[in-house]
Nanobody
Framework: QVQLVESGGGLVQAGGSLRLSCAAS????????MGWFRQAPGKEREFVAS????????SYVDSVKGRFSISRDNVKNTVYLQMNSLKPEDTAVYYC????????????????????WGQGTQVTVSS
């Protein structure tokens, strides 16, 4: 089992940047594929980015490509989401998810594929 704690959210003006962190407990972090999702009020949870166990494979939703970057540090048991050129439509609660997988380069893009979730961190982008 793994516990996830997100941090780094906040209020930022359009065009600004934030870096989200998701710290995981446990000794087997490198066994987990990780992902970031977001949920705006009245909307379903949306895939944002995911990363494989090794960090060698990533995937992004089209709306954030070229602006967001996901990375992980398997020594610090942390996954990051660097968000640049933020837009008001990026406003949401951001969640990280984890799922233990066998294949080292697997990336997961559906919320239904993730087993563990953090509590979320609010990102608000003002225009």
């Amino acid at each position: 089992q793994v516990q996830l704690v997100e941090s780094g959210g906040g209020l930022v003006q359009a065009g600004g940047s934030l870096r989200l962190s998701c710290a995981a407990s446990g000794r087997t972090f490198s066994s987990y594929a990780m992902g970031w999702f977001r949920q705006a009020p009245g909307k379903e949870r949306e895939f944002v980015a995911s990363i494989s166990r090794s960090g060698g494979s990533t995937s992004y939703v089209d709306s954030v490509k070229g602006r967001f970057s996901i990375s992980r540090d398997n020594v610090k048991n942390t996954v990051y989401l660097q968000m640049n050129s933020l837009k008001p439509e990026d406003t949401a609660v951001y969640y990280c998810g984890a799922r233990e997988v066998i294949t080292i380069e697997t990336v997961l893009t559906s919320a239904y594929e993730y087993r563990y979730w953090g509590q979320g961190t609010q990102v608000t982008v003002s225009s």
